[in-house]
């Protein structure tokens, strides 16, 4: 399986992007996926997930209310909508599909928030 995210960039405090993850080779409506974050120099952090159906989801603290993931299967694709950016949202944003003992990860896009 191969996951490739895109929609990463720079954005000022306040602003909004939208990420994608896009899955190839892998049967995509069976797994859960979930966006990951790193900082600079800090360890690599949940930040959202959505079950296979898309009838659970689940949100860090720090980004409820902000961010909003959702699904397409017949795309084969998870967006993660995020609104009202801060600084401390900056990092590398990964997407993950999990099924049983079965991850794959994506390469990661990157995400500037600038004061």
């Known amino acids: 399986g191969q996951l490739v995210e895109s929609g990463g960039g720079s954005v000022q405090a306040g602003g909004s992007l939208r990420l994608a993850c896009a899955a190839s080779?892998?049967?995509?409506?069976?797994?859960?996926i979930g966006w990951f974050r790193q900082a600079p120099g800090k360890e690599r952090e949940f930040v959202a997930a959505?079950?296979?159906?898309?009838?659970?989801?689940y949100y860090a603290d720090s980004v409820k209310g902000r961010f909003t993931i959702s699904r397409d299967n017949a795309k084969n694709t998870v967006y993660l909508q995020m609104n009202s950016l801060k600084p401390e949202d900056t990092g590398v944003y990964y997407c993950?599909?999990?099924?049983?003992?079965?991850?794959?990860w994506g390469q990661g896009t990157q995400v500037t928030v600038s004061s």
């Open positions: 993950n599909a999990r099924l049983d003992s079965r991850s794959y």
């Open positions: 080779g892998l049967t995509f409506e069976a797994y859960a």
């Open positions: 959505i079950s296979w159906s898309a009838g659970s989801t």
